[in-house]
């Protein structure tokens, strides 16, 4: 699994729970224990999916949400709220929010579990895929393999996990900052020209002679697959 999950709740045995288990299942998890810094690092670190807690000390998951479903750029990422609340009229109040779907505390993990997989299948195939395509370009994610025109080309680290992450929503335009924070976010000192370094080994690698151009160029904006 490839998918960034996040997780915004303020029980910290809840939190260490979560992780520990979607870590063994091969997600990338990180969380916050309060709504106000996960709205901003939701907003920084984009996602595949997120887990809301309802209740939260500074403000509610609902609200979360609604803010997050609002925004062009974030109302795609799916959400599943987890709450105390069990009661019908608040499932509906939950899902009217925009909340993608719904589990009562306590949980068990194999049900949690299930949920985010059915959710990202449906919502983002392109995450969870072991192959996946964009025009003809194919990424095979267990063998770490690129094909271009069913021509391998061959990528360094950095240039492989730029277009795995791009290729998770094509089309999306991605700022440096949004893609330091994504794809080098084990060294938040790297310096945004550097993504400029990698785009253009990347083009390199990918533009075979004859094919066109997929690695876009948006002017003060940033990059995307396109």
């Known amino acids: 699994m490839s998918a960034n999950i996040y997780i915004v709740e303020d029980e910290e045995p809840i939190i260490t729970l979560i992780k520990y288990n979607l870590d063994k299942e091969g997600y990338k998890v990180s969380y916050s224990d309060n709504g106000n ?17 309802w209740m939260l000390p500074d403000i509610s998951g609902v609200e979360i949400c609604k803010n997050l ?8 990422i799916p959400i599943i709220m987890l709450t105390a609340k069990g009661e019908e009229e608040d499932k509906v109040k939950g899902l009217n929010s925009g909340a993608d779907d719904y589990i009562t505390k306590p949980f068990s993990f194999p049900e ?25 370009l194919k990424i095979d994610r267990m063998t770490r393999r690129v094909y271009r ?11 492989y996990e730029l277009l795995n992450f791009f290729i998770k929503n094509p089309k999306r335009v991605y ?5 330091l924070e994504n794809v080098w976010s084990e060294n938040i000192n790297v310096e945004t020209r550097t993504i400029d370094v990698h785009i253009r080994r990347l083009r390199q690698n990918i533009n ?13 904006a940033g990059y995307s697959l396109d």
């Not at 479903?69 to 795609?76: A, V």
């Open 208 to 220: 075979l002679k004859g094919s066109k151009e997929l690695i876009r160029t948006v002017r003060s």
């Open 149 to 159: 025109k069913d021509t391998e080309v061959h990528l360094g680290p950095k240039e």
């Open 37 to 53: 810094d996960g709205i901003k690092e939701i907003k920084k670190k984009l996602p595949d999916l997120i887990l809301l807690d």
């Open 175 to 179: 700022s440096r900052e949004q893609l």
């Open 69 to 76: 479903k609002k925004d062009n750029r974030f109302k795609d």
């Open 112 to 136: 949690l579990l299930a949920r985010v997989k059915a959710l990202l299948r449906r919502s983002k195939p392109s995450v969870i895929s072991d192959t996946v395509e964009f025009d003809d």
